[in-house]
């Protein structure tokens, strides 16, 4: 299987690989608002809403049978730890935006997750493949801890700008701000500008 090796992404940022202020970890420690929440296969869905041409609705296996691939990214959280060479199996962010036929004036997307976490990105920082709706992790279903069954990673931000749980986007035409985004912290969360709080 091909890997997609996406851990020279700090050079965009004319960074090192590892941001000021984090420390390497080969832990994945968890983190999240609150609890773990269920999940029933048969009735899950993941929509798609806002400013696009055609709202989605989509079923796990409809879901999982989106063109899909694995990179190797690395993740860094806003607590001040890094993991190096994380292997994401999903689906990139433009891809599922194909099917949706994205308006001219959207601008921003917020994601939101079973948990009823909510974060956002403006829609700029999303077009990008390094963005994935990941499923699986180093060839494993994606851990419930960790955001199983889907979550957002964003390699290019703290990790706190992917929601664990995600069955939501909703492309807006104006921005909005999610969870922690509301609570203090940066709205922009660059690592390599260790933009943690707003």
């Given at each position: 299987?091909?890997?997609?090796?996406?851990?020279?992404?700090?050079?965009?940022?004319?960074?090192?690989?590892?941001?000021?202020?984090?420390?390497?970890?080969?832990?994945?420690?968890?983190?999240?608002k609150s609890g773990t929440p269920d999940?029933?296969?048969?009735?899950?869905?993941?929509?798609?809403?806002?400013?696009v041409?055609?709202?989605?609705?989509?079923?796990?296996?409809?879901?999982?049978?989106?063109p899909s691939e694995t990179q190797r990214q690395d993740f860094h959280c806003v607590t001040g730890w890094s993991k190096f060479g994380?292997?994401?199996?999903?689906?990139?962010?433009?891809?599922?935006?194909?099917?949706?036929?994205?308006?001219?004036?959207a601008v921003h997307v917020m994601f939101s997750a079973l948990d009823d976490y909510t974060?956002?990105?403006?829609?700029?920082?999303c077009m990008r493949d390094e963005v994935l709706l990941a499923w699986a992790y180093d060839g494993d279903p994606?851990?419930?801890?960790?955001?199983?069954?889907?979550?957002v990673v964003t390699p290019h931000k703290y990790a706190y700008k992917g929601a664990k749980w995600v069955n939501s986007?909703?492309?807006?035409?104006?921005?909005?701000r999610g969870y922690w985004e509301k609570r203090g912290y940066s709205n922009t969360a660059n690592p390599w500008n260790e933009e943690r709080y707003s």
């Open positions: 299987m091909r890997v997609r090796d996406v851990t020279n992404l700090h050079r965009e940022f004319d960074g090192e690989r590892l941001p000021p202020g984090q420390r390497e970890t080969s832990k994945f420690p968890v983190l999240s999940w029933n296969p048969e009735t899950w869905e993941f929509s798609v809403t806002g400013a041409e055609n709202e989605l609705a989509l079923s796990w296996d409809e879901f999982r049978d989106l994380c292997e994401f199996t999903g689906v990139t962010f433009p891809t599922f935006t194909e099917r949706a036929g994205v308006k001219d004036e974060t956002n990105l403006p829609l700029s920082e994606l851990p419930p801890e960790h955001g199983g069954p889907l979550r986007v909703k492309f807006l035409t104006e921005p909005k």
